[in-house]
T-cell receptor, first 111, second 115 residues
């Protein structure tokens, strides 16, 4: 029940395309769903986050779509750029300080 | 902006050595975490602390211990390093419970190699 399942493990997208990464969870008590971005040699950094009372959140080219009934959420990167090449982690938390992490997706944007 | 600083970027240690990894945060955060990151396994929580002198085991505490004597500093100790502890170690801090209070700020990581 504590797991967050992330897919795909790796993803290659052409420049200008849409990158989509999916996550699924079991625990309905989760109330905070962030996405983190990690570049090689760096620690992860918060990219965008959503609470379960909304179905979508958009920040620039990055959008989280949230489906509460299906217990799934996804990250969409529009007009993907080579600078978006990184590892992306989804996570979930339930009113405390602990984050439950997905396994990560390595995204490569081909020029 | 929050700064989380890990004392070393790269470390090479011998099997059986006692290893100390240090982490300092400058934003008065209550919570601090140690993770290890391995390819295909994501981030695995080793230990966390929600207050000075408090510690809780994470998912993989075996072979590790921690110390938090001051709010800003959280140390990870490998009691007797083994080759299977070769990994990237990440320290993080966060403000407190609830919503964006769960937002974690990470250090740059320490790549530890045990030979």
């Amino acid at each position: 029940q504590q797991q967050v399942k992330q897919s795909p493990q790796s993803l290659i997208v052409q420049k200008g395309g849409i990158s989509i990464i999916n996550c699924a969870y079991e625990n309905t008590a989760f109330d905070y769903f962030p996405w983190y971005q990690q570049f090689p040699g760096k620690g992860p950094a918060l990219l965008i986050a959503i609470r379960p009372d909304v179905s979508e959140k958009k920040e620039g080219r990055f959008t989280i779509s949230f489906n509460k009934s299906a217990k799934q959420f996804s990250l969409h990167i529009m007009d993907s750029q080579p600078g978006d090449s990184a590892t992306y982690f989804c996570a979930a938390s339930y009113s405390n300080y602990q984050l439950i992490w997905g396994a990560g997706t390595k995204l490569i944007i081909k020029p | 902006d929050v700064k989380v600083t890990q004392s070393s970027r790269y470390l090479v240690k011998r099997t059986g050595e006692k290893v100390f990894l240090e982490c300092v945060q400058d934003m008065d955060h209550e919570n601090m975490f140690w993770y290890r990151q391995d390819p295909g396994l994501g981030l695995r929580l080793i230990y966390f602390s929600y207050d000075v002198k408090m510690k809780e085991k994470g998912d993989i505490p075996e072979g590790y211990s921690v110390s938090r004597e001051k709010k800003e500093r959280f140390s990870l100790i490998l009691e007797s390093a083994s080759t299977n502890q070769t990994s990237m170690y990440l320290c993080a801090s966060s403000l407190g419970p609830g919503g964006q209070g769960a937002r974690a700020f990470f250090g740059q990581g320490t790549r530890l190699t045990v030979v």
